[in-house]
């Protein structure tokens, strides 16, 4: 099955049914025949790492201090190339905020 992120972190798969089953060529197999037997059925899998951007996209759309035009402008200048950051700024501010532990 063809995943949208192009990403197997778990080498799992989950079924239809919900149970985690291994990656291996015969639960393809298996889990096939069962949509079979219980008639056509289309089934949905996210990956764990569109789980977290599903979940943190909606944390910023709920956020009241969400600043549009400033992130209209960083989506621009990283779109034409003119964004740049300095990485150790940035890990300064994370440890300073509690968010680098």
Do not use: F, H
């Not at 798969?13 to 008639?39: E, I």
């Not at 990956?47 to 943190?56: D, L, P, Q, T, Y």
């Amino acid at each position: 099955m063809a995943r949208i992120d192009g990403l197997n972190l778990s080498g799992a798969s989950m079924n239809p049914a919900g149970a985690m089953g291994a990656a291996g060529a015969g639960s393809t197999a298996d889990s096939q025949a069962a949509l079979k037997a219980r008639g056509k059925q289309d089934v949905v899998n996210l990956s764990n790492r569109g789980r977290i951007v599903a979940e943190a996209s909606q944390a910023v759309r709920q956020s009241s201090d969400v600043r549009a035009e400033r992130v209209a402008a960083l989506k621009a200048a990283i779109a034409n190339g003119t964004y740049s950051s300095n990485a150790r700024e940035i890990a300064e501010r994370l440890i300073a905020n509690g968010l680098g532990s």
